[in-house]
């Protein structure tokens, strides 16, 4: 069907705030430290082969659970110290929203026990999110949404534990992936953001669990329900869609890329990230990219979880406007430029302490 | 003037000394070194001759974009079409 390019324009998914703003971050990660050199051995790599990888992807080292803790272990770890940090009881919060990959359980919605673990009072709307690495920025508007509209407080909470999803012997996903919980609170405040989002459901295999839900196609006879991934396509998706995506965000939020402080972008890898920085003509100090070096790749969780891991001491002195972009699994990917001031952000926590 | 064919050459050879092949590799204009490696030595690849590049304009330039991995559009299905992609992005 022809499709008017100002009408597509006019329906894009676009949104603004003024009135809701980011309290504080915490990020939690699993307590088992990971060194790729030492995994690779069991995964039939060569030291030559270790050698590329690191060079090319950054692979180091990443933190993972070493029990049987789940996302929402992870994200209650990091709720209860943001609330206590920001001097808040979880009365004072009238929403919960869970975004994950990795459950509880399939059913019902692990985002309301999770609220009841914290003490959020019945009084409180509480749902799962189901997304990967665009999850954040998603989260984010639909808390950003909730509080203009009327909440005082929202619970943001973000993560996956990947580690349980990936194949250990897959030398081409399993070294990438690491665990992590977030929890960002959401408050209103006077404040500008602006969001945008991406949808593309033919790259529905690019990244995919199969035999993981009800759907059971030939194709997927015999599959381990553990994460595949095309890594190509995901390469091209990345170079194709986020460069423009920042363009465009830029320009929907009337910013030039000299007032954006930071470019806080999901972490795949370190060399998708230093080409889209240099294509963008960013300056490495405003671009974050060694998360996946000394984390992993934390999925929904790797924008806040870069926040905390390289950005504490910024995030927590000053007022920042910062640009983020998620983008991943779906294919699914979205970007928001936010204003934050002097925040709660202490550096990430590794496993869970109470 | 930069011999961007020369810089390429050593960049794919040194990529390869790490990179184990069904068939060893001959460097011609018509190799097709998309079909003939991983995608892990494609980014190895990229990195080796960016760096390279670097070395010798003192310029960093992106090389990979969206149609390195598409095998219907990558310029590494064939050697000589590599070379020119690489000196197109030095020039713009």
Same mark, same amino acid.
């Given at each position: 069907m022809w499709r008017n390019p100002l009408q597509a324009e006019a329906e894009r998914a676009e949104l603004r705030f003024a009135n809701a703003s980011i309290r504080g971050i915490v990020t939690t990660v699993g307590d088992r430290m990971v060194e790729f050199a030492e995994e690779a051995p069991g995964m039939g790599l060569s030291e030559a082969e270790v050698a590329r990888l690191q060079r090319a992807i950054g692979l180091n080292r990443r933190q993972i659970v070493s029990g049987n803790e789940t996302t929402s272990d992870l994200c209650a770890h990091s709720a209860r110290r943001l609330l206590q940090g920001c001097g808040l009881t979880p009365e004072q919060c009238q929403g919960l929203i869970f975004v994950t990959q990795t459950p509880d359980y399939a059913a019902p919605a692990t985002a309301i026990s999770l609220a009841t673990r914290l003490g959020l009072p019945v009084t409180s709307m509480a749902f799962d999110v189901r997304l990967g690495c665009s999850g954040f920025i998603y989260g984010l508007a639909m808390a950003y949404s909730l509080v203009e509209s009327g909440l005082n407080r929202v619970l943001l909470c973000v993560g996956d534990v990947a580690s349980k999803f990936? *194949? &250990?012997? *897959?030398h081409a996903i399993a070294p990438i992936m690491g665990d992590a919980g977030s929890a960002i609170l959401i408050e209103r405040k006077p404040s500008a953001a602006s969001f945008q989002f991406y949808s593309d459901g033919s790259g529905e295999r690019a990244l995919i669990i199969p035999n993981s839900g009800v759907r059971k196609t030939p194709e997927d006879?015999?599959? &381990?329900a553990l994460m595949h991934m095309d890594g190509a396509s995901v390469f091209n998706f990345t170079l194709q869609r986020v460069p423009s995506m920042i363009t465009d965000i830029l320009q929907y939020g009337a910013k030039e890329p000299d007032a954006i402080d930071y470019f806080v972008l999901h972490q795949p890898n370190k060399y998708i990230l230093k080409n889209i920085q240099k294509r963008m003509k960013v300056d490495d100090a405003k671009m974050p990219s060694d998360t996946q070096s000394v984390y992993g790749n934390q999925n929904s969780a790797s924008i806040p979880g870069t926040i905390s891991g390289f950005l504490s001491d910024d995030f927590s002195s000053r007022r920042l406007t910062s640009l983020f972009a998620g983008f991943g699994i779906g294919l699914s990917w979205a970007a928001a430029i936010v204003e934050t001031d002097h925040i709660y952000a202490p550096a990430t926590f590794t496993g869970i302490k109470d | 003037m930069l011999d961007v064919a020369r810089i390429a050459g050593e960049a794919l050879m040194s990529v390869l000394e790490n990179v184990e092949t069904d068939t060893p590799v001959e460097l011609n204009d018509a190799a097709n070194i998309f079909d003939a490696v991983d995608s892990f030595a494609i980014v190895d690849l990229l990195l080796e001759t960016e760096g390279r590049i670097e070395q010798e304009i003192g310029r960093y330039v992106p090389l990979a974009d969206e149609t390195i991995f598409d095998a219907e559009k990558t310029p590494l299905k064939n050697w000589s079409t590599w070379v020119d992609y690489v000196e197109k992005s030095i020039a713009s």
């Amino acid at each position: 069907m022809w499709r008017n390019p100002l009408q597509a324009e006019a329906e894009r998914a676009e949104l603004r705030f003024a009135n809701a703003s980011i309290r504080g971050i915490v990020t939690t990660v699993g307590d088992r430290m990971v060194e790729f050199a030492e995994e690779a051995p069991g995964m039939g790599l060569s030291e030559a082969e270790v050698a590329r990888l690191q060079r090319a992807i950054g692979l180091n080292r990443r933190q993972i659970v070493s029990g049987n803790e789940t996302t929402s272990d992870l994200c209650a770890h990091s709720a209860r110290r943001l609330l206590q940090g920001c001097g808040l009881t979880p009365e004072q919060c009238q929403g919960l929203i869970f975004v994950t990959q990795t459950p509880d359980y399939a059913a019902p919605a692990t985002a309301i026990s999770l609220a009841t673990r914290l003490g959020l009072p019945v009084t409180s709307m509480a749902f799962d999110v189901r997304l990967g690495c665009s999850g954040f920025i998603y989260g984010l508007a639909m808390a950003y949404s909730l509080v203009e509209s009327g909440l005082n407080r929202v619970l943001l909470c973000v993560g996956d534990v990947a580690s349980k999803f990936v *194949d &250990p012997t *897959d030398h081409a996903i399993a070294p990438i992936m690491g665990d992590a919980g977030s929890a960002i609170l959401i408050e209103r405040k006077p404040s500008a953001a602006s969001f945008q989002f991406y949808s593309d459901g033919s790259g529905e295999r690019a990244l995919i669990i199969p035999n993981s839900g009800v759907r059971k196609t030939p194709e997927d006879e015999g599959m &381990p329900a553990l994460m595949h991934m095309d890594g190509a396509s995901v390469f091209n998706f990345t170079l194709q869609r986020v460069p423009s995506m920042i363009t465009d965000i830029l320009q929907y939020g009337a910013k030039e890329p000299d007032a954006i402080d930071y470019f806080v972008l999901h972490q795949p890898n370190k060399y998708i990230l230093k080409n889209i920085q240099k294509r963008m003509k960013v300056d490495d100090a405003k671009m974050p990219s060694d998360t996946q070096s000394v984390y992993g790749n934390q999925n929904s969780a790797s924008i806040p979880g870069t926040i905390s891991g390289f950005l504490s001491d910024d995030f927590s002195s000053r007022r920042l406007t910062s640009l983020f972009a998620g983008f991943g699994i779906g294919l699914s990917w979205a970007a928001a430029i936010v204003e934050t001031d002097h925040i709660y952000a202490p550096a990430t926590f590794t496993g869970i302490k109470d | 003037m930069l011999d961007v064919a020369r810089i390429a050459g050593e960049a794919l050879m040194s990529v390869l000394e790490n990179v184990e092949t069904d068939t060893p590799v001959e460097l011609n204009d018509a190799a097709n070194i998309f079909d003939a490696v991983d995608s892990f030595a494609i980014v190895d690849l990229l990195l080796e001759t960016e760096g390279r590049i670097e070395q010798e304009i003192g310029r960093y330039v992106p090389l990979a974009d969206e149609t390195i991995f598409d095998a219907e559009k990558t310029p590494l299905k064939n050697w000589s079409t590599w070379v020119d992609y690489v000196e197109k992005s030095i020039a713009s």
